[in-house]
């Protein structure tokens, strides 16, 4: 394996992102890894290192570098009772700047960045906010996705008039979800919604629910983590990527 941090020119600034690809200098299938909330770190860089050695080459961006280079935030500590209620405090306003506009043209950046490397079309997996942000880059881009895996995503229903499930008929994409148990972020209401928004505008997807696991269940460095609920999730997303990006 070959890994890197490298600086991506941006429609905003400069993007730190994380590139892995095997040490063979071929070109490899694409894909796109939307990070979480908390941020581009080791745990990130783990997850992309283990899909590059399937044979891919892995871009994962700084999805918040209007805000600095990572990391952008403190990596909470999650033994202080309040830490993630602090954090989130902090980072959701970050959040919030990564609109449809934002998402379409940061989309088009990291795409061309990968296409260095790559051969289109390529695949996203986003996990938690990383899955609402691949929704808009996917459909912002739909000749260049082929895939887009959701793992414990949320807010993908929403009331706004902008809400990600709303962009469904501009999705090209194989979709497939992995969505938590119990996730209050992403109801049983949500996740019928999701699937009739998508089955409406004939979309080939997948939606499967991982009882037992909850909102963060891939995330090691996180007390949401849950081990067997991750190892399903990389045996969906490499059933996946090797259908859609053969």
Do not use: W
Not at 3 to 11: N, V, Y
Not at 92 to 113: I, N, S, V, W
Not at 189 to 206: C, F, N, P, R, Y
Request: hydrophobic residues 40%; negative net charge; contains cysteine.
């Amino acid at each position: 394996m070959t890994s890197s941090t490298i600086d991506i020119q941006m429609p905003d600034g400069v993007a730190d992102a994380y590139l892995t690809c095997p040490d063979d200098d071929q070109r490899h299938p694409g894909v796109l890894f939307l990070m979480d909330a908390y941020g581009l770190r080791v745990r990130i860089e783990e997850m992309a290192d283990r899909i590059a050695e399937r044979g891919y080459a892995v871009l994962a961006p700084n999805v918040f570098y209007r805000a600095g280079r990572s990391p952008v935030l403190p990596f909470p500590d999650m033994s202080k009772e309040d830490a993630r209620t602090e954090f989130f405090s902090k980072v959701r306003p970050l959040m919030g700047e990564l609109t449809p506009e934002h998402l379409a043209a940061d989309g088009a950046a990291y795409l061309d960045e990968l296409a260095k490397v790559a051969d289109e079309p390529f695949a996203i997996t986003g996990y938690c906010m990383g899955v609402r942000l691949g929704m808009r880059i996917a459909a912002a881009h739909p000749d260049r996705v082929s895939a887009l895996a959701g793992f414990h995503g949320g807010g993908l229903v929403t009331d706004d008039p902008a809400s990600p499930h709303l962009a469904a008929a501009d999705l090209r994409a194989e979709l497939y979800f992995g969505h938590a148990d119990n996730d209050r972020s992403n109801s049983p209401e949500q996740i019928a919604a999701l699937d009739e928004a998508l089955d409406a505008a004939g979309v080939k997807h997948t939606t499967e629910l991982y009882e037992g696991a909850p909102h963060g269940y891939t995330m090691s460095d996180t007390p949401a983590y849950n081990e067997a609920a991750a190892e399903r999730h990389f045996e969906a997303l490499f059933d996946l990527l090797e259908r859609a990006l053969a």
